[in-house]
């Protein structure tokens, strides 16, 4: 069963809120400036979802790790 670019995109934005406090945080950490981290993660989040959204996409295209559904016969 493949995933729906929906389903892409919903896990794409959770993963990447996750990622960008993540981000702001040790940006804030070795710069120990807020307003520097939030640019950072502001800038970041965007490249990031862009580039985890099509990674995700193409690797619903393949096979590999995947399981086939088992075919009944009626």
Known sequence: ?????????VKTISWR?????DTIVIS???TGNLIMAASIG???VV?????????ERAWNK???GK???PEYQI
Not at 17 to 21: F, K, L, M
Not at 47 to 55: A, E, G, Q, V
């Open 62 to 64: 393949t096979s590999f």
């Open 28 to 30: 804030y950490i070795i």
């Open 17 to 21: 809120t996750i990622g960008t406090i």
């Open 67 to 69: 399981e086939k559904a």
């Open 47 to 55: 490249t990031k979802m862009t580039l985890f959204y099509f990674h």
């Open 1 to 9: 069963m493949n995933d729906k670019p929906y389903r892409s995109l």
């Open 42 to 44: 502001s800038i970041e």
